[in-house]
């Protein structure tokens, strides 16, 4: 599987951004879906997560009520709707495909990954 993220930007607080991964293959439901964010001098941390079929999401804690992921299987995307957004969401955001329909929320349960893409929020 290959993954492309895109949408990241440069937008000031309060404000929205919807980020998108593209995958590759025909068996795009096959596959969890993660976002991950690294900001800079910071570890990689977990941000969303959404089951195959679509039906189990998960979200961290700091991004509850603000951000929401989606996914469109006819599509093999991904989307991670970001709204409210905060200086402290600056990072670059990743995401990830694992080979079950199971959502995780530890990056070590991923097998494929996507290039990343900048956020930046300024107050």
């Known amino acids: 599987v290959q993954l492309q993220a895109s949408g990241g930007g440069l937008v000031q607080a309060g404000g929205s951004l919807r980020l998108s991964c593209a995958a590759s293959?025909?068996?795009?439901?096959?596959?969890?879906m993660g976002w991950f964010r690294q900001a800079p001098g910071k570890e990689r941390e977990f941000v969303a997560t959404e089951s195959g079929s679509g039906f189990s999401t998960a979200a961290a804690d700091s991004v509850k009520g603000r951000f929401t992921i989606s996914r469109d299987n006819a599509k093999n995307t991904v989307y991670l709707h970001m709204n409210s957004l905060k200086p402290e969401d600056t990072a670059v955001y990743y995401c990830?495909?694992?080979?079950?329909?199971?959502?995780?929320?530890?990056?070590?349960?991923?097998?494929?990954w996507g290039q990343g893409t900048q956020v930046t929020v300024s107050s």
């Open positions: 990830a495909a694992r080979s079950t329909v199971v959502a995780n929320k530890r990056e070590s349960g991923y097998d494929y």
């Open positions: 293959g025909r068996t795009f439901s096959s596959y969890a």
